[in-house]
């Protein structure tokens, strides 16, 4: 599923604790626990309702975050299936709450790829979407924030996603690539075979380590996100 987001200005202090979002239940019973760091809080304008950004692990969210993560999904991507992942899930995700309320969300992949004969370390942004009536302050553009400076911490080589609209990643240091590109096609949770496409006019690639992109065919080694 090709990315997309909504860019706005919405400034975001910096914190560092774990955060625990009450009123979120996995499916055990116990608390969800955010252990990523809250990465961000803020108040909305004219209002007092603090908008938290936490980084979560896939398998660390509950069935209520699961289910919100749905519905914004579907709200945002029409035709999303009925789960709250495209094809399937990704490793971690940002997760942006004001009061219990899902308002955006970002996937991310960590994947090894090839481009050519190099070997790169990635994150892959997936289905990055804000709620319609959050939009214009900047969330799509701080999650992508937060999410270079973590690709920068942990000596990830690019982070790359796949969009139709690059208005906001271009904005946010993404460069457009013409390489060929290869991936697995999955549907369904069914494999079908292997696709490979001459330039798929959407690939995005912004630099987090020493490594130039390089020239040659993008193998993802997986599906496409």
């Not at 979120?24 to 309702?49: F, I, Q, W």
């Not at 980084?55 to 999303?80: H, K, M, N, S, T």
Request: hydrophobic share 40%.
């Amino acid at each position: 599923m090709f990315s997309q987001a909504v860019f706005a200005n919405t400034r975001i202090r910096r914190c560092h604790r774990e955060h625990v979002l009450a009123g979120t239940v996995a499916e055990h019973g116990r608390p969800a626990c955010l252990t990523g760091r809250v990465h961000g809080v803020d108040h909305k304008p004219g209002g007092s309702e603090a908008t938290v950004i936490s980084r979560v692990a896939e398998a660390e969210i509950g069935g209520d975050l699961r289910r919100q993560a749905q519905e914004l999904l579907q709200a945002c991507f029409p035709g999303y299936p009925s789960r709250s992942y495209f094809k399937l899930p990704p490793h971690f995700r940002y997760l942006v709450m004001t009061s219990g309320v899902l308002v955006a969300q970002m996937g991310v992949e960590l994947r090894v790829i090839r481009v050519g004969s190099t070997v790169l370390r990635t994150f892959g942004v997936v289905d990055l979407c804000v709620r319609a009536s959050e939009r214009s302050r900047g969330l799509g553009r701080q999650l992508l924030a937060e999410l270079t400076g973590f690709a920068e911490s942990c000596g990830m080589d690019f982070i790359i996603l796949f969009a139709d609209d690059d208005r906001l990643y271009a904005r946010a240091g993404w460069a457009r690539v013409a390489n060929p590109c290869s991936w697995v096609k999955i549907h369904e949770h069914t494999t079908l075979g292997l696709a490979t496409a001459e330039d798929t006019g959407a690939l995005m690639v912004k630099r987090t380590g020493q490594k130039a992109w390089p020239a040659g065919e993008v193998d993802l080694l997986g599906h496409l996100f």
